[in-house]
């Protein structure tokens, strides 16, 4: 991969500045245009998929645009519902009529942690056969409203919505794909799914920048949150679902906090490995966490079509959720730190072999013809157990039960050995021509 003095050609922060004031909920205008947007960066494949697409359940909402918003008192306009995209509730019906402040109150919604900051409310998003009219305000706005009437005006267009995802593939020499995946929507905000497609695309524009063709094949999937991911790989034909072997979604990396890696299920992938790795040997602040013990977001859709999926984020960061983060939130070095770490993670897969088991069962190492077999020690035979020897013949033993290709590192953290030592051993089982080694 390039080195960081070449780089990518991505400005991360004008991307940012570009794409954070549009109202990018699923499916709008705002979102077509972001769309584009992207297809200018990278050549993306586009993925549709109509109104009438119902699947799992999942029901794909009409596209929704905001056209006149606000809140009238005494013929004065006191919240005006277009500043910014989180005031309109997302997926608001649309209303015009006089209420009483008992009413309107059950159609404002605010922040119970910050008395200024205007929340997120992004329910509707995915109920969109349930909907209601409102508003989302500062509590001060709130706790400030006197007694009356108030004229309400929230006029919207719609008109069947279009999920719309992309994605864009470096291959490389072997199928078998990791996959790095994004979100694209969120309305008005910076740091939660729009910074983790910045670092994403300058990742890949990175790549393509690769003088050879990688080892593994590598993919950027950037989809509305969780729906987008759920049409893309229910929808994605089989086959090519199933060279996807592993992942990480980049997720809210522009924020001054610390970096955050939380491990799948499985918590042995080869790129969550090399990501740790990679934090550890740059130096960078960060945590390392189980599975959902952070953040609850894509990973479990990925995760439910067997594949497993790391994240790396900023998360924790108090501004999550509310119109506070925004690009004066966004920190260039933390952008940068996040590409390092990811462009390392790939680096360090890339400079390794690629193991792939060529056998089905269990093979008699001891047969002459193979001579693989490792002793652990025997007590009874006055042979006393050696710890280096009972770290390879654990790795002797998960050989047989390796599905998909690995790298050596992968195989060196599970039994605790350097990888020179663990390469020496696979090498053998090469030239034994019961794996292949890439």
């Known amino acids: 991969m390039s080195s960081k003095s070449e780089g990518s050609m991505v400005d991360m922060m004008k991307l940012l500045a570009d794409l954070t004031p549009l109202n990018r909920v699923i499916c709008s205008s705002d979102f077509d245009d972001t769309i584009g947007y992207m297809k200018d960066i990278l050549p993306f494949r586009e993925w549709t998929y109509p109104a009438d697409d119902v699947y799992n359940g999942w029901v794909i909402p009409p596209k929704w645009d ?25 997926l608001s019906a649309p209303f015009r009529g006089t209420v009483d402040l008992a009413e309107l109150k059950q159609h404002l919604h605010y922040d119970h942690r910050y008395d200024g900051a205007i929340p997120f409310h992004f329910r509707q998003l995915f109920r969109s056969y349930d909907r209601d009219w409102g508003f989302c305000v500062p509590k001060t706005f709130y706790d400030g409203l006197a007694a009356g009437n108030y004229d309400i005006v929230i006029e919207t267009e719609e008109a069947p919505g279009i999920l719309r995802v992309l994605d864009f593939t470096i291959e490389g020499k ?7 995946g994004a979100n694209l929507d969120h309305p008005g905000v910076a740091n939660d799914g729009l910074s983790g497609v910045a670092v994403g695309v300058a990742l890949f524009d990175r790549l393509r920048q690769m003088k050879e063709k ?23 034909p089989v086959e090519e679902r199933d060279k996807i072997i592993e992942g990480m979604m980049l997720e809210m990396l522009g924020s001054p906090t610390e970096l955050s890696l939380q491990l799948s299920r499985s918590k042995n992938s080869n790129i969550e490995l090399s990501a740790e790795d990679a934090l550890d040997e740059l130096r960078t602040r960060h945590n390392v966490g189980e599975f959902e013990s952070s953040l609850i977001n894509d990973e479990y859709i990925w995760e439910a079509y067997g594949i497993p999926m790391a994240s790396l984020s900023r998360y924790p960061y108090p501004e999550y ?15 940068e730190e996040s590409l ?22 269990n093979i008699c190492l001891s047969n002459p013809a193979y001579d693989l077999y490792i002793d652990p020690g025997q007590v009874a035979f006055g042979d006393k157990p050696d710890g280096n020897r009972r770290k390879l013949r654990l790795l002797m033993d998960i050989i047989p039960t ?37």
Not at 74 to 85: V, W
Request: aromatic share 8%; with cysteine; proline share 5%.
């Open 66 to 90: 905001v056209k006149q918003a606000g809140i009238y008192h005494k013929g004065r306009l006191i919240y005006d519902g277009l500043h910014h995209p989180l005031a309109v509730m997302a």
């Open 174 to 180: 072997v199928p078998e794909t990791i996959v790095f």
């Open 214 to 236: 990688p080892n593994f094949s590598y993919r950027l999937v950037l989809a509305p949150g969780i729906i987008g991911n759920e049409y893309y790989l229910g929808m994605l």
């Open 321 to 335: 959720h509310t119109d506070r983060d925004d690009i004066g939130l966004m920190s260039n070095v933390s952008l």
């Open 340 to 361: 390092d770490v990811v462009s390392h993670a790939v680096n360090t897969l890339e400079s390794g072999p690629i193991i792939r088991k060529k056998f089905i069962g």
């Open 402 to 438: 390796i599905t998909r290709p690995v790298t050596i590192t992968q195989l060196a953290k599970k039994v605790g050995l350097p990888d020179e030592e663990v390469e020496r051993y696979i090498r053998m089982w090469g030239e034994c021509d019961l794996v292949s080694i890439t």
